[in-house]
T-cell receptor, first 111, second 115 residues
Framework: DAKTTQPNSMESNEEEPVHLPCNHS???????IHWYRQLPSQGPEYVIH???SNVNNRMASLAIAEDRKSSTLILHRATLRDAAVYYC????????????FGKGTKLSVKP | GAGVSQTPSNKVTEKGKYVELRCDPI?????LYWYRQSLGQGPEFLIY????????DSGLPNDRFFAVRPEGSVSTLKIQRTERGDSAVYLC?????????????FGPGTRLTVL
């Protein structure tokens, strides 16, 4: 499975935008880029996913580099509730969908 | 609607005992996954069901671990002769389809402690 590289931790101030980077230089053409987050003492929660084009939903935006070797999850206005571990995951398009999690980025949000 | 539920939320057992962990997926979801999460790590895939059959059990660490889903809905993860190293949070997830772009919905997990 293709690997991803994320910073171990990041800090943000409340109500400011947050850009969470992810490198995936070995991505293949059929790999989808997924982001999940895990709040303390909860199971992971789906955030967003994409293949080639940038994606937006009510939770976040996903910006995918033109060569697809990196992507950025954008939280437009961080809230205290956004403090979580964010996982960037590649999922082969022909697979059955089991997710391969790394250690993710722990995001802290300061009031 | 109701999300994925897991019972019990916490389970403490002694080394060598047998435990069963239950997962109730979202109604209508055909795919069901079990993961295990150790402290400070991301979740680790254990087994995947499509309907009643285990389509991929390659993540099960050894033959002490077994899972069933007899009617294509509720699933039970069974661990025999538990060891201290089995202590972790066991997560269950379900999704509507079997493809890699289907969103997975996770339950809150069962925290297993083996003394």
């Amino acid at each position: 499975d293709a690997k991803t590289t994320q910073p171990n931790s990041m800090e943000s101030n409340e109500e400011e935008p947050v850009h969470l980077p992810c490198n995936h230089s070995t991505i293949s053409g059929t790999d989808y880029i997924h982001w999940y987050r895990q709040l303390p003492s909860q199971g992971p929660e789906y955030v967003i996913h994409g293949l080639t084009s940038n994606v937006n939903n009510r939770m976040a935006s996903l910006a995918i580099a033109e060569d697809r070797k990196s992507s950025t999850l954008i939280l437009h206005r961080a809230t205290l509730r956004d403090a979580a571990v964010y996982y960037c995951i590649l999922n082969y398009g022909g697979s059955q969908g089991n997710l391969i999690f790394g250690k993710g980025t722990k995001l802290s949000v300061k009031p | 609607g109701a999300g994925v539920s897991q019972t019990p939320s916490n389970k403490v057992t002694e080394k060598g005992k047998y435990v069963e962990l239950r997962c109730d997926p979202i109604s209508g979801h055909t795919a069901l996954y079990w993961y295990r999460q150790s402290l400070g790590q991301g979740p680790e895939f254990l087994i995947y069901f499509q309907g009643t059959g285990a389509a991929d059990d390659s993540g099960l660490p050894n033959d002490r671990f077994f899972a069933v889903r007899p009617e294509g809905s509720v699933s039970t993860l069974k661990i025999q002769r538990t060891e201290r190293g089995d202590s972790a949070v066991y997560l269950c997830a379900s999704s509507f389809g079997r493809t890699s772009y289907n969103e997975q919905f996770f339950g809150p997990g069962t925290r297993l402690t083996v003394l």
